[in-house]
């Protein structure tokens, strides 16, 4: 199974005859790769332009010299000059104000081009996952759930960073890199949302936080599980409520329903158990581990949800499962990942 290359660049081209734009400018390498099927190197800065007619151009320097083996309509630029060329003929140009920087902005500027902000809707195609998509984020979920299954029983006496670069050589054997850095927090050091692994040594008594995502093809997990030898009765009951919100939330995700009803769902539920919300119940997960998300769940959109209660002193719970959209009841697609 390949991606639709066509299909998409259909979709945008729809989008920007109804936003009325000549062309669009891909500045964000997670939307040149969704349009284009190219990724170069996460330092280097390629750029597309997506005529409202006709296929995206990708512009890049001759240390992409790979990309037009990969991508045939590629041109090679030696400077901002050369790029601007590129761009000259269109009267409207839509940017992503997300992602431009400040001096190719200005740049653009001194032509004679009307200049719109079209990120947010750059996001729309994104948002419904296609069938190669979903297939890449669920391999991606099955060897991040080999490396739970993996680490899981042998955390005790070693520090977090020793765990986390276990589990960073686990994903290399794998063949996947992360999909963003590997968080393991023990302790009362849970009780950072996103804490760093730092040489701090697991106790037999610790909660231990273990949220890690991989990437398949350019698609991402993200998934969080928690670890513990011996349960204190308070910390018990903190993971039962904890667990009961993340369930109550899951089930709750299905088609048609407002992306800010389940967040009210979320902040209610934290209140009828007494704790304080930190964060959202969840995001949209596909090429970028923070995928953008509608008003209005869709038909085979995939989202987390984390509901994560942290406490002072004591340490962090939160339950992290990826979700697929769908009319009747949602799949959890992480779910047979063992939660406890």
Request: proline share 3%; charged share 30%.
């Amino acid at each position: 199974m390949r991606p639709d290359f066509s299909k998409r660049q259909k979709k945008l081209q729809e989008l920007m005859k109804e936003k009325n734009v000549d062309a669009v400018l891909l500045t964000n390498n997670d939307d040149i790769y969704y349009y284009t099927g190219y990724r170069g190197l996460a330092e280097d800065r390629i750029f597309a332009v997506s005529p409202a007619g006709g296929k995206p151009k990708l512009i890049v320097t001759p240390l992409e010299n790979e990309a037009v083996i990969k991508y045939r309509n590629t041109v090679f630029i030696d400077s901002v000059k050369d790029f601007i060329k590129e761009l000259k003929g269109y009267r409207r140009l839509g940017y992503d104000e997300k992602q431009l920087s400040a001096v190719l902005f200005s740049e653009l500027g001194k032509l004679k081009i009307k200049l719109r902000p079209f990120g947010k809707f750059l996001e729309i195609p994104r948002m419904v996952k296609d069938a190669y998509e979903i297939e890449q984020i669920k391999k991606a979920i099955k060897i991040t759930g080999k490396i739970f299954e993996n680490i899981g029983n042998n955390l005790v006496g070693k520090s977090e960073s020793q765990i986390a670069n276990k589990i960073d050589i686990e994903f290399r054997k794998h063949g996947v890199a992360n999909a963003f850095e590997s968080i393991v927090s023990s302790g009362p050091q849970g009780a950072y949302v996103h804490h760093r692994p730092n040489e701090r040594v697991v106790r037999s008594g610790d909660m231990v936080l273990v949220d890690i995502g991989c990437k398949v093809n350019g698609y991402c997990s993200d998934i969080a599980r928690m670890f513990c030898k011996r349960w204190g009765s308070k910390e018990k009951q903190i993971y039962e409520d904890v667990k009961e919100i993340h369930d109550e939330i899951a089930g709750n995700i299905r088609v048609n329903v407002a992306y800010m009803d389940i967040e009210k769902l979320h902040r209610k539920l934290f209140k009828k158990k007494g704790y304080r919300v930190v964060h959202g119940f969840g995001h949209g997960v596909g090429l970028s581990v923070h995928d953008p998300v509608g008003k209005t769940l869709k038909e085979n959109m995939v989202l987390t949800v984390e509901p994560g209660i942290y406490i002072k002193n004591r340490g962090g719970f939160r339950i992290e499962d990826m979700v697929l959209v769908k009319r009747g009841k949602s799949q959890i697609l992480s779910g047979f990942i063992p939660s406890l």
